[in-house]
């Protein structure tokens, strides 16, 4: 049995001296970071008035709501919140196929690899900067004072919202597209509308397919949150029974958010696997 080779450290050293002699500034910053961010967050407790006696007996309050949601029960308004149900996947496709519609011509503008000028593509950044930068639930107030209330509004706070969003993703997909295709079309001789169509659109369809689908399901929730603030659908419904404490109905409601946010995501991830099956194959 051999005896295992002694270890020089001072050779070590040597060699790893940004290992072995860390400057004060290196060693600190760890240590520094973590006493500063429990500093800040004790800081947000004290400011925002968090108390956990109240916190505590809050949860008898929380559990009483609970007994008084059980069983779920609709009463005579089944038809109504179908209904009610009905608008809020329309606001959510509605408002989501608008703007993606929308935002793929101005993904084009600001693609690195469409548009090379920075003094063209910055202003348009940060025009979808600007739109993204503010909620959905904002969007909604401004659009009912503007056309009023109702499923209208709701669809064009999410057009709007989500046309920012979706603007900067498209972009970064186009520019993530491979550019041998690309660059296969312009040296047969084809125009720049052609390398777009041929070369970059099929490859960043899928990927913008995929983002839709998953848009229209994040947006079922985010419609239902605006209707709350007189947009239309289930969650106008949802903050009337809350309101008069029916707590019954209320459970109900939110047992359908539930179901149709559930099945929206099953067929959207059939959906997104098909697409991507078949981009695979191809």
Known sequence: MTRPQEVDTAQIRA???????????????????????????VYGLVDLDFSPSRFFAGLSQLGWISLMMIPPDPGSSLPVYLKALGETLSIALLGTTVAALFALPVSLLAA??????????????????????????????????????????GVLAIAVSDFGAFGKLFSEAIEGA???????????????????????????????????????????????????????????????????????????????????VAAIDFISGKLRFAIIGRRAVA
Do not use: C
Not at 15 to 41: E, G, H, K, N
Not at 121 to 149: C, H, K, M, Q, Y
């Open 112 to 153: 690195r690899n469409v548009v090379p000028s920075k003094i063209l593509r910055f202003p348009i950044r940060r025009f979808l900067d600007s739109i993204r930068g503010i909620d959905t639930l904002i969007w909604a107030l401004v659009w009912i004072n503007v056309v009023g209330l109702g499923p209208f509004a």
């Open 178 to 260: 491979d550019q041998k295709q690309v660059e296969g079309i312009r040296a047969s001789g084809g125009s720049a509308l052609h390398e777009i169509r041929f070369g970059l659109l099929p490859q960043v369809l899928p990927v913008i397919a995929g983002q839709v689908l998953y848009f229209i399901e994040s947006n079922t929730r985010s419609a239902t949150i605006i209707g709350i603030v007189g947009a239309g659908g289930i969650g106008l419904q949802l903050a009337e029974q809350i309101r008069v404490l029916e707590w019954q109905k209320v459970s109900f409601l939110i047992l359908m958010i539930l179901v149709a």
């Open 15 to 41: 060699r790893y001296p940004d290992v072995f002699d860390r400057p004060a500034s290196a060693r600190l910053a760890t240590p520094v970071m973590i006493v500063a961010a429990f500093a800040i967050l």
